[in-house]
């Protein structure tokens, strides 16, 4: 059974930095994509970074700058390193992964004090 364990995620104030890491488990071929979403309180989730096996990357417009996603392909291990946070980016953040069909992490929180 494929498993996404979260952790890394806490309080911390504005222009703080918190690393998330999610390590795949149960899986024993390389996934394809791993990232990250988050949900904000009344909010719809979204997509804040992703990875391909490949090393391409894409984020949401709202983190280019300040969040840097990695990956450790031999562990299925994705990081989030976050900079200059902002309450902004407050809100429960999921990791996942994608190979034939999407995996879920249930997340992990971060709140940012302003």
């Known amino acids: 059974q494929v498993q996404l364990v979260e952790s890394g995620g806490g309080l911390v104030q504005a222009g703080g930095s918190l690393r998330l890491s999610c390590a795949a488990s149960?899986?024993?071929?390389?996934?394809?994509?791993m990232g990250w979403f988050r949900q904000a309180p009344g909010k719809q989730r979204e997509l804040v970074a992703s990875a391909g096996s490949s090393g391409r990357t894409n984020y949401a417009d709202s983190v280019k700058g300040r969040f840097t996603i990695s990956r450790e392909n031999a562990k299925n291990t994705v990081f989030l390193q976050m900079s200059s946070l902002t309450s902004e980016d407050t809100g429960v953040y999921y990791c996942?992964?994608?190979?034939?069909?999407?995996?879920w992490g249930s997340g992990t929180q971060v709140t940012v004090s302003s």
């Open positions: 149960g899986i024993i071929f390389r996934i394809e994509t």
């Open positions: 996942y992964a994608v190979h034939g069909k999407a995996y």
